[in-house]
């Protein structure tokens, strides 16, 4: 994500980090080199112009000339200044009485059916009961494509023939949504041109019809400055009250993230970042500002583990670690709650420092690996797993033919095991204490 912008600015920050104090002639220099790589990333002149305008101001002042480490001060004030731009974090309007509509909006193609579905998902994880509408009645497979992700999710979906006018289709979702007690009716309306008179229109009709409080235009993040002249024209027709950048995994440069928000004044609600049902983030400015600066983003880390591990059996399974009772099973059951996160490499990113080592790891390549650890663990009788001291070469071959991998392989993967094993009895008889403050037992 933003992969190229971030190489970018990070080869300015770190010639910057070579110099001792920095002269104004410095500062512009980096600033030219900043400039440049933030318009070929797409990001809208006006919206370049008006950023580097802030942090020259700041960078050549006494802020940066008095500090005992300016270009570290440099990053700093560009951090800021790109949280600025990005605007501040705009949370789904879900006050008052329910049911709270939110209409979806935006061209075709842009991934609008998906995200209908993924936004349910996230709302049902915030306690809502969400509903969603099939109100995409020119393109036939998408009433069946919500239908089928309806069926996946557990999430009931209100759909009609294809005869029955949209805006008329969405009254009487909001009418069943008040009537069955849903909380939040999501409407998939179908994709359209902002140049296209009549269709505009209808999108007029059903927020007439339906009164949503929230009118989200999804758009793809990858189109570049094509997006943000999108979000500018369906705002003037129909008053947009948030975006959602779809495609975001697959976006290198980061132009519309970067632009959208100045140029229209409507915020960035959500991000998707891959094709999984459960991945859509809410937006935080700061924490994209630190994904593009290679800084990484703990916090988002940090709430995806709290998602996807048991506290418990997290806290049990790290006593194992230190008591040298962790078997594989124990090391499938953390490897299945890791994938659930998401990709490893994206994963990786987020963590400070480790951004630029894993650039260049492709998603597939990182899923295949954890693939094939968890298929030779999944060829392993119970007995092997709780004691992988059997593991004799004659059960490796076995496990190797059943796995599809190579006993090379499932040598590897025992080695690698016992080197985990002998690093935690280290650390529990006190030669590694002080590494890990909090870890259990230390």
Same mark, same amino acid.
């Not at 998707?272 to 700061?286: I, M, T, Y």
């Given at each position: 994500?933003?992969?190229?912008?971030?190489?970018?600015?990070?080869?300015?920050?770190?010639?910057?980090?070579?110099?001792?104090?920095?002269?104004?002639?410095?500062?512009?220099?980096?600033?030219?080199?900043?400039?440049?790589?933030?318009?070929?990333?797409?990001?809208?002149?006006?919206?370049?112009?008006?950023?580097?305008?802030?942090?020259?101001?700041?960078?050549?002042?006494?802020?940066?000339?008095?500090?005992?480490?300016?270009?570290?001060?440099?990053?700093?004030?560009?951090?800021? #200044? +790109?949280?600025?731009? &990005?605007? /501040?974090?705009?949370?789904?309007?879900?006050?008052? !009485?329910?049911?709270? %509509? *939110?209409?979806?909006?935006?061209?075709?193609?842009?991934?609008?059916?998906?995200?209908?579905?993924?936004?349910?998902?996230?709302?049902?994880?915030?306690?809502?009961?969400?509903?969603?509408?099939?109100?995409?009645?020119?393109?036939?497979?998408?009433?069946?494509?919500?239908?089928?992700?309806?069926?996946?999710?557990?999430?009931?979906?209100?759909?009609?023939?294809?005869?029955?006018?949209?805006?008329?289709?969405?009254?009487?979702?909001?009418?069943?949504?008040?009537?069955?007690?849903?909380?939040?009716?999501?409407?998939?309306?179908?994709?359209?041109?902002?140049?296209?008179? #009549? +269709?505009?229109?209808? &999108?007029? /009709?059903?927020?007439?019809?339906?009164?949503?409080? !929230?009118?989200?235009? %999804? *758009?793809?993040?990858?189109?570049?400055?094509?997006?943000?002249?999108?979000?500018?024209?369906?705002?003037?027709?129909?008053?947009?009250?948030?975006?959602?950048?779809?495609?975001?995994?697959?976006?290198?440069?980061?132009?519309?993230?970067?632009?959208?928000?100045?140029?229209?004044?409507?915020?960035?609600?959500?991000?998707?970042?891959?094709?999984?049902?459960?991945?859509?983030?809410?937006?935080?400015?700061?924490?994209?500002?630190?994904?593009?600066?290679?800084?990484?983003?703990?916090?988002?880390?940090?709430?995806?583990?709290?998602?996807?591990?048991?506290?418990?059996?997290?806290?049990?399974?790290?006593?194992?670690?230190?008591?040298?009772?962790?078997?594989?099973?124990?090391?499938?059951?953390?490897?299945?709650?890791?994938?659930?996160?998401?990709?490893?490499?994206?994963?990786?990113?987020?963590?400070?420092?480790?951004?630029?080592?894993?650039?260049?790891?492709?998603?597939?390549?990182?899923?295949?690996?954890?693939?094939?650890?968890?298929?030779?663990?999944?060829?392993?009788?119970?007995?092997?797993?709780?004691?992988?001291?059997?593991?004799?070469?004659?059960?490796?071959?076995?496990?190797?033919?059943?796995?599809?991998?190579?006993?090379?392989?499932?040598?590897?993967?025992?080695?690698?095991?016992?080197?985990?094993?002998?690093?935690?009895?280290?650390?529990?008889?006190?030669?590694?204490?002080?590494?890990?403050?909090?870890?259990?037992?230390?």
């Amino acid at each position: 994500m933003f992969d190229s912008l971030s190489e970018k600015l990070n080869a300015v920050f770190k010639k910057l980090s070579g110099k001792g104090k920095l002269s104004e002639a410095d500062v512009d220099a980096a600033l030219r080199e900043v400039r440049l790589a933030l318009l070929e990333a797409d990001v809208n002149f006006k919206v370049v112009k008006d950023f580097l305008t802030r942090v020259r101001e700041r960078a050549i002042g006494e802020e940066v000339m008095r500090s005992l480490s300016p270009a570290q001060t440099v990053i700093k004030i560009v951090n800021e #200044e +790109l949280i600025k731009t &990005l605007g /501040e974090p705009a949370k789904i309007d879900l006050s008052g !009485e329910p049911p709270h %509509v *939110v209409m979806l909006i935006g061209l075709q193609g842009a991934g609008k059916t998906t995200t209908a579905a993924k936004l349910a998902l996230q709302l049902r994880k915030h306690q809502q009961k969400p509903l969603l509408v099939a109100a995409d009645t020119r393109r036939p497979a998408a009433i069946q494509q919500l239908q089928t992700l309806g069926t996946q999710l557990d999430i009931p979906v209100h759909a009609e023939a294809t005869t029955v006018p949209p805006p008329t289709i969405c009254g009487n979702a909001v009418k069943r949504a008040s009537d069955g007690a849903y909380s939040v009716v999501l409407l998939d309306t179908a994709g359209r041109l902002h140049i296209d008179d #009549e +269709l505009m229109h209808e &999108l007029e /009709e059903v927020k007439s019809k339906a009164k949503p409080q !929230e009118i989200l235009l %999804v *758009v793809d993040a990858m189109t570049g400055q094509e997006a943000v002249r999108v979000a500018d024209e369906f705002h003037k027709r129909v008053g947009l009250t948030g975006l959602i950048l779809t495609k975001v995994d697959g976006d290198a440069r980061g132009g519309a993230a970067l632009s959208v928000r100045s140029v229209t004044g409507v915020p960035i609600k959500y991000l998707a970042v891959g094709e999984k049902l459960d991945q859509l983030e809410q937006f935080f400015p700061d924490r994209l500002a630190s994904r593009i600066l290679g800084m990484g983003d703990v916090l988002t880390l940090i709430e995806k583990a709290q998602e996807n591990f048991d506290q418990e059996k997290a806290q049990k399974a790290a006593e194992k670690l230190l008591s040298a009772k962790f078997t594989f099973e124990d090391f499938l059951e953390q490897l299945q709650a890791i994938k659930k996160m998401g990709p490893l490499s994206q994963l990786l990113g987020m963590v400070p420092g480790l951004s630029q080592v894993t650039k260049d790891m492709s998603p597939d390549v990182t899923d295949k690996q954890m693939k094939r650890i968890e298929a030779i663990i999944n060829s392993m009788t119970h007995e092997e797993r709780v004691n992988p001291d059997v593991l004799n070469g004659s059960r490796r071959k076995r496990i190797a033919t059943g796995s599809g991998t190579t006993v090379q392989e499932v040598n590897q993967l025992m080695s690698q095991f016992k080197q985990m094993q002998r690093m935690m009895q280290q650390l529990k008889s006190g030669k590694m204490r002080g590494m890990f403050p909090g870890f259990p037992g230390l």
